[in-house]
């Protein structure tokens, strides 16, 4: 590559295409992992019986590991080198799926989850800075962030589908195991295919910061959980309140350190804080829309994973399409513009969603719509994120563009699940049959997964109004749901405006081509 100012950047060749082909191993992982699990929800719930809070962390406590720890291993890698930390992280990661695999009780699912998340937090924010070195020329470092995304959304394709195919034939624990032979293939060839870029110079890494990055997060999603669990109550608010006051604190931190764990300049840059920023609501909207939609096609529809699997197919294509043909646009319009009728247009999906009632078309429509509105969005908006940075804060960056979508992620299942649990509890509370005993209807208030198997318990009479009645009010939260997310996009919509009324730049284009060259990292030997 060439690093000489004034020269134009080298354009990539066939190890640099054969890399990034590499590199989109973890990031189908680490959309896989998260959609794999919808499926597999039901089954696990019997075989390990969790409480509705126990069921939340499950989903959710891998997303919020992987926010928490984006920033700390962005940063790390800057440091130590990305690649050393792709390794690595790969290695945890394939030890965090076996142990997941075979977790005999939710404690120690939800541990083995949170040590995937750890694990899941090295690999994106590595593989997304290691495209930024390895793509100098700007449009065609568009176009493999673009293909990095579609790897990404491809998981979410792939995790139903693989998930169901195994569900069909084997227990719940496979779904995790896939990462094992995959996991395989990137420590066998990333060696060979990725040299290391790191700068020259690196500072500490702040301990304190690592840790306030992970409480401060944790403790709000804690109390909010406690919230729709138990009502309000002093408990649930310190937690919440602490979080803030944690976070707070964390910010002051970054500004007065020399080498922050955070690097709170990059939000002076327009495009970078309207599209990190934006990330997190597309995470909540997409990621809370899926737990709800795949237990909808399962637990109400009664569909076997490997049906609901194929059902959700048309979601992540058409996402993936919708990708793909946006980003072919940029020469003819500005990201801010396509991005925000994206989310315009995505308002149609939980308009869909609203009259959903007792069959698969409008849940496979809605969700079509919504991911398609909003895809486009991650593609745009993660290249202007990255390509906005200055090429050695490239692993802060995309460290930043992921906890975005992750940490929205997290939060769509904490936030849009607990209100959609309070939802569905406060319907079977009011409409609950009479007759239930009081030690089934507890459980049953609780989530539907319980709910169905209290009505197997009950005589078949009881026990049909008692399933009914729960898939009703299924229904009725996930309805709710959908209302929520009309003003959210259209809000979504109208901020990404703003980046065209202050210059955000188109992505592709790049007004100093020769400045990014003669800034980056170099490639060091190990």
């Known amino acids: 590559m060439s690093t000489r100012p004034g020269v134009p950047p080298e354009r990539a060749g066939a190890k640099e295409w054969t890399a990034l082909a590499v590199l989109g191993v973890p990031a189908v992982l680490v959309m896989m992992n998260m959609s794999v699990l919808y499926l597999a929800l039901p089954t696990l719930s019997r075989d390990l019986d969790p409480s509705g809070p126990q069921l939340l962390w499950i989903t959710d406590i891998y997303g919020f590991m992987v926010a928490g720890a984006l920033i700390t291993m962005g940063t790390l890698g800057d440091r130590i080198g990305h690649r050393r930390i792709l390794l690595v992280g790969a290695i945890a990661f394939t030890g965090a799926s076996i142990f997941a695999a075979y977790a005999d009780s939710a404690g120690m699912l939800i541990a083995a989850r949170a040590i995937q998340g750890v694990a899941a937090a090295s690999l994106a924010p590595s593989s997304l800075s290691v495209i930024r070195n390895l793509f100098r020329d700007p449009a065609q470092r568009t176009l493999a962030i673009t293909i990095w995304m579609m790897s990404f959304m491809g998981g979410g394709a792939l995790g139903p589908l693989v998930g169901g195919v195994l569900l069909q034939y084997f227990w719940w624990g496979s779904v995790f195991l896939v990462a094992v032979p995959t996991m395989l293939v990137l420590l066998l060839t990333v060696p060979f295919l990725v040299p290391e870029f790191r700068p020259a110079e690196s500072g500490r890494l702040d301990l304190i910061s690592v840790a306030m990055s992970l409480t401060a997060p944790l403790a709000v999603v804690y109390g909010i959980k406690s919230l729709a669990a138990d009502g309000v109550g002093l408990l649930p608010l310190g937690f919440i309140a602490a979080g803030v006051v944690i976070g707070a604190l ?121 991911f398609a509105g909003l895809t486009p969005f991650m593609a745009l908006g993660t290249g202007l994120v990255v390509g906005a940075a200055p090429p050695e804060r490239a692993g802060a960056a995309s460290a930043i563009s992921e906890t975005g979508a992750e940490l929205g992620g997290a939060l769509g299942i904490a936030t849009l699940g607990s209100i959609a649990t309070a939802v569905y509890g406060g319907y079977m509370t009011d409409r609950l049959p009479d007759g239930v005993p009081a030690s089934l209807a507890g459980p049953a208030g609780e989530t539907l997964p319980a709910a169905l198997e209290a009505a197997h318990r009950l005589p078949e009479a009881l026990g049909t109004a008692l399933a009914d009645t729960a898939r009703a009010a299924f229904t009725h939260s996930l309805h709710v749901h959908a209302l929520i997310l009309i003003p959210l996009l259209l809000a979504l919509s109208a901020l990404t405006l703003t980046l065209r009324r202050r210059g955000g730049e188109p992505a592709g284009k790049d007004s100093t081509p020769a400045d990014d060259s003669a800034a980056a990292p170099a490639p060091v030997a190990d």
Do not use: C, K
């Open 250 to 370: 964390f910010v002051r931190r970054q500004r007065r350190l020399d080498t922050p764990l955070l690097d709170l300049s990059l939000f002076r840059i327009p495009a970078f804080a309207v599209s990190a920023g934006g990330m997190i609501v597309v995470g909540m909207l997409l990621f809370g829309t899926s737990l709800l939609t795949s237990q909808y096609l399962q637990l109400v529809l009664g569909f076997e994973p490997l049906e609901a699997g194929l059902w959700q197919l048309p979601t992540a294509v058409g996402g993936t399409v919708a990708a793909l043909w946006v980003s072919g646009l940029t020469s003819r319009f500005q990201p801010a513009v396509l991005m925000s009728a994206g989310a315009a247009f995505a308002v149609l999906g939980p308009l869909m969603l609203t009259q959903v009632d007792g069959g698969p078309g409008f849940v496979v429509a809605g969700s079509l719509l919504l």
